[in-house]
């Protein structure tokens, strides 16, 4: 998904994502345990990760928008690069125009296409996954400072995708996965899981 940043007085809300990509926080229901060990199975223990990951980006997603001065200093926590790029732009933008927002991102069908961990068959030096997962765009709403309600852009989906793209280059530790960029956003449609 891309993150588009609110922009002036034709401001959007924005969406990476992720949750995405996830509710991340009250808006994130994954289909996956707790567990964070994988039973000893390094694959299942990083797609656990991953999906933990996807939850608290959509937290700290939803947050960037509805209290930026918040949640801006969360953004490195689960983002890097273009994605947490994207989200300080995003916040920026909110406190430079003085819009509020209210609501969540709510994320479902979240699902981990692949792996690939260090020392795997052609593996990197870095740990990477791919995820998808579908959320409901329109989960937040935008005012501008006089109270006027911001427009949902055209074509904007009721139930979208977005496919991130995760790093850790802290692997084997849990904590270093982040969102580096996301693919698709409120007009993709969600393909069925």
Known sequence: MTIRPLRHRAARVAVIAVAAVTGLGACASSNSSSSSTGGGNPQAAAQQQVQDLTGRFMTVFSGVQTDPAKYQGQIETVATGGAAQ???????????????????????????LSTQLPGDKGGEKKATAQVRLCYNPTGITVTQQDGSKVPTAPGILDHAQVTFTVVNAQYP???????????????TPCEAS
């Open 86 to 112: 994207q989200m300080h732009q995003t916040a920026q933008n909110i406190l430079t125009h003085h819009f509020s927002a209210t609501g969540s991102y709510a994320a479902d069908h979240v699902t981990v």
């Open 173 to 187: 530790d849990a904590q270093g996965w982040r969102v580096l960029r996301a693919q698709g956003g409120p007009k």
